[in-house]
């Protein structure tokens, strides 16, 4: 499957911003999708999740903040980032999962397919 994200940019402290990814390539609505981050000098941090049943788990960081959420029919999942820190500042990458009908997994490898990435920026 072919993932794009959109919708990355520069902000500040306190704001929000939504991304978006589009899938194109098989049948989206059978996959978990997943969220991940990675800043400057950091591992990869996993950010959300959401199974085809709408099963969704979140990152502890962004509990209460961040936002998954999907349209099957549009073939697209969406992260809605609200009171955003410096901290959050990362290339955020969406990523679908190998299998059909699993759960949302907050493992990187259990994700085959990923986008090119965009960059989120919070400034203080």
């Known amino acids: 499957v072919q993932l794009v994200e959109s919708g990355g940019g520069l902000v500040q402290d306190g704001d929000s911003l939504k991304l978006s990814c589009a899938a194109s390539g098989r049948t989206f609505g059978a996959y978990a999708m997943g969220w991940f981050r990675q800043a400057p000098g950091k591992g990869r941090e996993f950010v959300a999740a959401s199974d085809w049943r709408d099963t969704i788990v979140y990152g502890d960081t962004v509990q209460g903040r961040f936002f998954i959420s999907r349209d099957n029919a549009k073939d697209t999942v969406y992260l809605q980032m609200n009171s955003l820190k410096p901290e959050d500042t990362a290339v955020y990458y969406c990523?679908?999962?190998?299998?059909?009908?699993?759960?949302?997994?907050?493992?990187?490898?259990?994700?085959?397919?990923w986008g090119q990435g965009t960059q989120v920026t919070v400034s203080s």
């Open positions: 990523a679908a999962r190998s299998l059909k009908y699993v759960g949302p997994s907050r493992d990187s490898e259990d994700y085959d397919s």
